[in-house]
């Protein structure tokens, strides 16, 4: 009768595994598409077996716990090299930005209107007394003082977009971190019972991987299952189930940084003094962003101002020893800058020139009529090495700029596109081990389906057996 007892508990057992082994495929198969899930098993360990005479008799099998097949050596390194790819792609995204501004190929670009300007002069020089020349070298300056400020404005657009896209990265930052701090909580909770917090770890691990995208990250998980996370040197995040948030604020300029570009700030308690940790963003796309906005941005308008300031210098110390039409000494041809600073933002022609294009110099000497030095001086300038330390013309050194971008650009592509490929590698070999595969599956569900039928059919038969020793026992 023990015996009977015993088949039948075995077999009760045996589908009640069968029972867990289903369900855990059944969840498997539901999670095929979501991000981040990993493969579940349920772990089966031999019954205790008991003595009888000297016998020991198995007792079946028992289900130990359900594990998640994941790798986390290998989820490390997606998530290392998943803030490197974030990096390159923030930077190769707005480099690309940067790129069109000096796009010679297909719009008229500054480069165009310089020679527009120095073209003009040289139609001056061949009819000094023309007013619809003096015309045209009005327009023509204005038309290029007007690129310089399109230009100008449109690298400070680039970085007031790139603050908006700080402060949107800061944001999701903060919340990515708020729900990690959350996720620690419960994998505690689940794991102080004995049994591994699956679904809570992956989503875990899932949203580590985006934070790294976004930001350079240390981490380290506890005994007790808590991850520390900290952004950058000293920014902790996360610790336990508490976490910090960053701030992105508009704050005054400093070298390396223009007027009312964003920082980023972090408090360590809740009433502690605010840290600038900017600088130690140097990954991610926080890192990518920063680096365009204030080194290769602030590096462009730097040299838009100083070619401004230059060409406005040296024009202007020329238009003023030569004489106008009336036979006066010449005006200023443009505003003179006061500083090299914000020099192609403010560049515009004189208000005497705009007024009377008669106040235009051409001539060397007062009431000589054809007389056209001025012009010729002003229209060769235009190869003459002036920038640079007199090292280049204003054609070499803005063609040095655009050359500078273009490759600067297909570096930051082709370094994404790299990194890109080691990413997806990573990818494919974590979906090899931790993905799901529906055929395998579909296999594991028709041996549990079989298992789950021959564990009834045992139970039938100890039931039969019953039945047969109740007979027995009537007679």
């Known amino acids: 009768m023990a015996r009977i007892w015993s088949m039948m508990d075995v077999g009760r057992r045996s589908l009640a595994n069968s029972q867990t082994a289903l369900q855990t495929t059944a969840h498997n198969v539901a ?8 493969r579940q098993r349920v772990d089966f360990v031999t ?10 008799i198995g007792m079946g099998a028992k289900a130990s716990q359900v594990t998640r097949t994941n790798d986390m050596y290998l989820e490390k ?9 974030g990096y390159y792609q923030a930077k190769s995204d707005i480099l690309g930005r940067v790129e069109q501004v000096y796009n010679e190929q297909t719009n008229e670009g500054l480069n165009h209107s310089i020679g527009n300007f120095f073209n003009s002069m040289r139609e001056l020089s061949n009819n000094p007394e023309s007013l619809a020349t003096r015309t045209e070298v009005k327009e023509s300056a204005d038309h290029l003082a007007k690129d310089f400020n399109h230009v100008d404005g449109q690298l400070k657009e680039i970085q007031r977009d790139a603050d908006f896209r700080v402060q949107t990265k800061v944001s999701e930052i903060n919340q990515i971190t708020k729900e990690i701090s959350q996720l620690n909580e419960k994998v505690q909770v689940v794991e102080l019972q004995g049994v591994p917090a699956n679904d809570e770890r992956d989503r875990r691990d899932m949203l580590l991987k985006q934070l790294g995208d976004k930001v350079n990250i240390r981490y380290a998980e506890g005994k007790d ?20 948030d960053l701030e992105a604020v508009a704050t005054p300029g400093r070298e390396g940084k223009r007027e009312g570009n964003v920082d980023i700030f972090y408090k360590s308690t809740e009433n502690g003094t605010p840290i600038n940790v900017t600088g130690q963003f140097t990954g991610g796309e926080l890192g990518g962003i920063l680096e365009v906005r204030d080194k290769v941005c602030n590096d462009y308008i730097d040299h838009m101002d100083e070619t401004a300031y230059s060409l406005a210098w040296n024009v ?10 009336y036979g006066k000494n010449g005006n200023l041809l443009f505003d003179q800058p006061d500083d090299i600073a914000g020099a192609a933002e403010n560049f515009k022609i004189s208000d005497d020139i705009a007024n009377d294009v008669g106040k235009i110099a051409a001539a060397a000497e007062p009431n000589a009529a054809g007389d056209n030095r001025i012009a010729n001086v002003l229209s060769s300038m235009q190869y003459q090495k002036t920038m640079d330390g007199g090292t280049a013309t204003f054609d070499d050194f803005y063609n040095s700029l655009v050359g500078k971008i273009g490759i600067e650009a297909q570096r930051a592509n082709s370094a994404q596109q790299s990194q890109q490929d080691i990413v997806g590698q990573l990818k494919n070999i974590r979906e090899s081990i931790s993905g799901v ?5 579909t296999t594991k569900m028709i041996e549990f389906q079989k298992s789950f039928d021959a564990s009834a059919r045992l139970v039938r038969t100890a039931d039969e057996m019953m039945d047969t020793i109740l007979k027995l026992k009537q007679l």
């Open 316 to 325: 202007n110390k020329t238009h003023v020893e030569g004489f106008d039409r």
């Open 77 to 85: 390194q997606i998530e290392r090299e998943g803030t490197q790819l």
């Open 31 to 38: 999670n095929r598409s979501t991000e981040g899930y990993s």
């Open 225 to 244: 299952g808590q991850l520390t996370i900290t952004a950058g040197n000293t920014a902790v995040l996360v610790s336990g189930y508490s976490h910090r």
């Open 437 to 441: 595969s529906l055929d395998e599956e």
């Open 47 to 56: 019954n205790e077996p008991v003595g009888e005479g000297k016998l020991r």
